[in-house]
């Protein structure tokens, strides 16, 4: 069994009771579970309000909430009455500072600097209220995004009914063909149809026709932008038009040569005999 000791705990200073490690900035719901009226170190008479998250993370941390006395700052103890649904008229009227303790509020937190780093601080108090109208923000989309989500979603649908009804019209058309007939609209395609069944033959036809709609639509398509691509050439010739330099001078051709004269061939004198 250990001895008995004898401590001196006079001047031991009691615990603050606050616990402001830090939490995430943003707004927390907590609990006033405190309020205490004495002095500020200034000697302004000042209630000092404790609030608790309640959280199950956070359950140890223990808040301040200091409302001075004073003209200045009389709008935070208002701030804190209105936030736990309590009215306080414009006028002179008297207080129960005790009133608000048990109820809920949403806290706003910020971190701390300096020599304080590490620890949070509570800048301001609000109705609980606040709480969801942040959390709807968050989870409802914007009411643009959502207009233009369906606008998109009935248009690929019209796009996709109106492409099906073309081709069972289609469809219905070819299968009234006579094979001879089916064949001859199935070589003007570019199908080798030889010992192709009608029904693979109606299929071939059908890929064949819609695929060239497809194309033409695309083609369609393009044609402003090969009128823009004509008109940037035609363009760019007209540029170069202007920038070619006028061709050098030509030079005069020399006068032709006249052609030497033949030399007449020497008389030889024939001596008579």
Same mark, same amino acid.
């Given at each position: 069994?250990?001895?008995?000791?004898?401590?001196?705990?006079?001047?031991?200073?009691?615990?603050?009771?606050?616990?402001?490690?830090?939490?995430?900035?943003?707004?927390?719901?907590?609990?006033?579970?405190?309020?205490?009226?004495?002095?500020?170190?200034?000697?302004?008479?000042?209630?000092?309000?404790?609030? &608790?998250?309640?959280?199950?993370?956070?359950?140890?941390?223990?808040?301040?909430?200091?409302?001075?006395?004073?003209?200045?700052?009389?709008?935070?103890?208002?701030?804190?009455?209105?936030?736990?649904?309590?009215?306080?008229?414009?006028?002179?009227?008297?207080?129960?500072?005790?009133?608000? &303790?048990?109820?809920?509020?949403?806290?706003?937190?910020?971190?701390?600097?300096?020599?304080?780093?590490?620890?949070?601080?509570?800048?301001? &108090?609000?109705?609980?209220?606040?709480?969801?109208?942040?959390?709807?923000?968050?989870?409802?989309?914007?009411?643009?995004? &959502?207009?233009?989500?369906?606008?998109?979603?009935?248009?690929?649908?019209?796009?996709?009914?109106?492409?099906?009804?073309?081709?069972?019209?289609?469809?219905?058309?070819?299968?009234?063909?006579?094979?001879?007939?089916?064949?001859?609209?199935?070589?003007?395609?570019?199908?080798?149809?030889?010992?192709?069944?009608?029904?693979?033959?109606?299929?071939?036809?059908?890929?064949?026709?819609?695929?060239?709609?497809?194309?033409?639509?695309?083609?369609?398509?393009?044609?402003?932008?090969?009128?823009?691509?004509?008109?940037?050439?035609?363009?760019?010739?007209?540029?170069?038009?202007?920038?070619?330099?006028?061709?050098?001078?030509?030079?005069?051709?020399?006068?032709?040569?006249?052609?030497?004269?033949?030399?007449?061939?020497?008389?030889?004198?024939?001596?008579?005999?």
């Amino acid at each position: 069994m250990a001895k008995k000791i004898r401590l001196d705990f006079s001047k031991v200073e009691e615990r603050s009771g606050w616990n402001t490690k830090e939490i995430p900035e943003g707004l927390h719901e907590m609990k006033i579970v405190g309020a205490e009226v004495g002095e500020a170190k200034d000697g302004t008479d000042m209630i000092t309000y404790a609030l &608790v998250p309640t959280s199950a993370k956070y359950k140890t941390r223990r808040f301040p909430y200091y409302c001075k006395l004073q003209p200045n700052q009389l709008f935070k103890i208002r701030d804190l009455f209105v936030a736990v649904g309590l009215t306080i008229p414009k006028k002179v009227t008297t207080i129960d500072p005790e009133a608000p &303790v048990g109820k809920l509020v949403a806290a706003e937190i910020s971190d701390e600097t300096g020599q304080y780093a590490g620890r949070s601080t509570v800048d301001g &108090v609000y109705g609980t209220d606040i709480l969801d109208d942040a959390d709807d923000a968050g989870d409802e989309p914007d009411e643009d995004d &959502v207009d233009d989500e369906e606008e998109y979603e009935d248009e690929v649908e019209e796009d996709d009914i109106e492409e099906d009804e073309e081709a069972d019209a289609l469809a219905d058309e070819l299968e009234a063909l006579s094979l001879p007939e089916l064949r001859k609209r199935a070589k003007g395609l570019g199908i080798d149809h030889a010992g192709v069944k009608k029904a693979d033959l109606i299929a071939l036809v059908l890929e064949e026709e819609l695929g060239e709609d497809e194309e033409d639509e695309e083609d369609d398509l393009g044609d402003e932008d090969l009128e823009d691509d004509e008109d940037d050439e035609e363009y760019e010739d007209d540029e170069d038009e202007e920038e070619e330099e006028e061709p050098a001078p030509k030079r005069r051709a020399a006068p032709a040569r006249k052609p030497a004269a033949k030399a007449t061939p020497a008389r030889r004198t024939v001596k008579r005999r």
